[in-house]
């Protein structure tokens, strides 16, 4: 049997994170390497992973961190970037919305097609909600019932952020050469194990990364590996050095 060939993950970092980055990228000008040393000046080690990845996944970004041209443009003409943001959601979106219309879809079947990506829960659902905001900045038509079930999410169904004191506080002792305490070992992943990678700091980043895996012998989906992937190189980043 042929191996299928694996849909990369869809961004699902806030849109907004996405523009404001931009934004800045037209402020102090497009490097020729988008490593952790550049962008750590502006994003945290979590957004920064998820900005990075939006970037690959809309063919911005070359493997070796290398920007594409158009990333200069967007960066500098908010008109061109628009343009260009449209034509990129329709091609890397594609698998997603084949056979779709967006023009009249419900909220239902466009979380259906994105199933395709193999994303669950509060992933699922902020992949679909960088697409929709991104869409509606791009000037991409969109339906009506879509863009109602976000406006309400947003303003009725926000979800209360999480309190970052925990990961705040582990910093703060492993600045004073204190051992960081270790974060406790959960069961299957169903929420982006990223949410929480201010705690992987010093000489435990590595054993943080291990302590997020699932045990042995149960599920672990293509969405939590690709985000554990995602959490893994964040935390190279910070521990070792590159060649060159």
């Avoid at 509606?136 to 109602?148: C, G, T, V």
Wanted: zero cysteines; glycine letters at 8%.
């Amino acid at each position: 049997m042929p191996n299928e060939e694996k849909v990369p993950a869809p961004p699902y970092v806030a849109f907004r994170t996405f523009t404001n980055f931009l934004d800045w990228l037209g402020e102090v000008g497009v490097p020729t390497r988008m490593d952790r040393t550049f962008w750590g000046q502006k994003l945290s080690g979590v957004s920064g992973a998820q900005v990075m990845a939006a970037l690959r996944f809309l063919g911005l970004l070359s493997d070796d961190d290398r920007p594409d041209p158009y990333v200069e443009s967007m960066a500098k003409d908010s008109a061109q970037r628009k343009t260009i943001l449209r034509e990129l959601l329709r091609s890397h979106y594609e698998p997603a919305l084949r056979e779709l219309n967006l023009e009249r879809a419900t909220p239902g079947e466009l979380r259906e097609k994105f199933g395709i990506y193999g994303l669950q829960g509060d992933t699922l659902r902020k992949a679909v909600a960088f697409f929709v905001h991104a869409a509606q900045y791009a000037e991409l038509p969109l339906s009506p019932h879509i863009i109602r079930a976000t406006k309400k999410r947003k303003t009725n169904g926000a979800r209360p952020r999480r309190r970052r004191m925990p990961a705040q506080r582990d910093l703060a002792i492993s600045a004073a050469g204190a051992v960081p305490r270790t974060p406790p070992i959960p069961g299957p992943a169903t929420t982006p194990i990223l949410d929480d990678l201010g705690a992987a700091v010093g000489s435990a980043g590595v054993r943080w990364l291990i302590q997020r895996l699932p045990k042995p012998g149960t599920l672990f989906t293509e969405a939590d590996r690709e985000t554990w992937h995602q959490a893994a190189r964040a935390v190279f980043d910070m521990e070792y050095k590159k060649e060159g």
